[in-house]
């Protein structure tokens, strides 16, 4: 089973923007359709972008769609999350997935593994 390590998270301005990393060592990460989702404490966990095993399709959250864009490097088992025009609200714990079964999809319970996640803050 794969595992995943999230990085990348920070304190951040609004306007800003960050980079954020989820490393899967070792060498089934091409098996894998890769998500990301959020969450505030005492809220529910919230899809934010998924995408393919080969990174060919994407998909994301309707709200979020222009600001932010998942992509995977498969040669250094990595997905990616890049996040523009950050705002106060994007605050939140974020976690990467992973789906064996290779699904493109905001569903959280097609996601097998999961990361620890990351803290990224965004101050207005």
């Known amino acids: 089973q794969v595992q995943l390590v999230e990085s990348g998270g920070a304190l951040v301005q609004a306007g800003g923007f960050l980079r954020l990393s989820c490393a899967a060592p070792?060498?089934?990460?091409?098996?894998?359709?890769m998500g990301w989702f959020r969450q505030v404490q005492g809220t529910a966990r919230e899809f934010v972008a998924s995408i393919s095993r080969r990174g060919d399709t994407t998909y994301y959250a309707g709200s979020l769609k222009g600001r932010f864009t998942i992509s995977r490097d498969n040669a250094k088992n990595t997905v990616f999350l890049q996040m523009n025009s950050l705002k106060p609200e994007d605050t939140a714990v974020y976690y990467c997935?992973?789906?064996?079964?290779?699904?493109?999809?905001?569903?959280?319970?097609?996601?097998?593994?999961w990361g620890q996640g990351t803290q990224v803050t965004v101050s207005s």
């Open positions: 070792g060498g089934t990460f091409t098996w894998y359709s």
């Open positions: 997935a992973a789906d064996w079964a290779g699904a493109v999809t905001s569903s959280r319970s097609a996601y097998e593994v």
